[in-house]
Nanobody, 126 residues
């Protein structure tokens, strides 16, 4: 069992930055693929970024590539999402997620994730 708690959301102007964090409980954190998803009002939840258990592989949605960076610290059971050059369309609730393993959808598929945080609101004003 893994519990995930996000933090770091808030209100920022377009072009600004935010750093989201996800704190995980459980000794098996280092074995999970970790991901970030987001959901804007009236829209479906979408993939943002993911990182392999070792941190060697990272994955990004095209919409955030070059602006967001995902990282993890297995010693501290934490995951981070550094978000730069934020745009109003980045406004959403951001969710941290953990996957024991993944199948055909790969690390970008929300159905592959076993545990989810409660979400943190990110609002980017124009």
């Amino acid at each position: 069992q893994v519990q995930l708690v996000e933090s770091g959301g808030g209100l920022v102007q377009a072009g600004g930055s935010l750093r989201l964090s996800c704190a995980a409980s459980g000794r098996t954190f280092r074995s999970y693929t970790m991901g970030w998803f987001r959901q804007a009002p009236g829209k479906e939840r979408e993939f943002v970024a993911a990182i392999s258990w070792s941190g060697d592989s990272t994955y990004y949605a095209d919409s955030v590539k070059g602006r967001f960076t995902i990282s993890r610290d297995n010693a501290k059971n934490t995951e981070h999402l550094q978000m730069n050059s934020l745009k109003p369309e980045d406004t959403a609730v951001y969710y941290c997620a953990a996957a024991i393993s993944y199948g055909v959808e790969g690390p970008m598929g929300s159905n592959e994730y076993d545990y989810w945080g409660q979400g943190t609101q990110v609002t980017v004003s124009s």
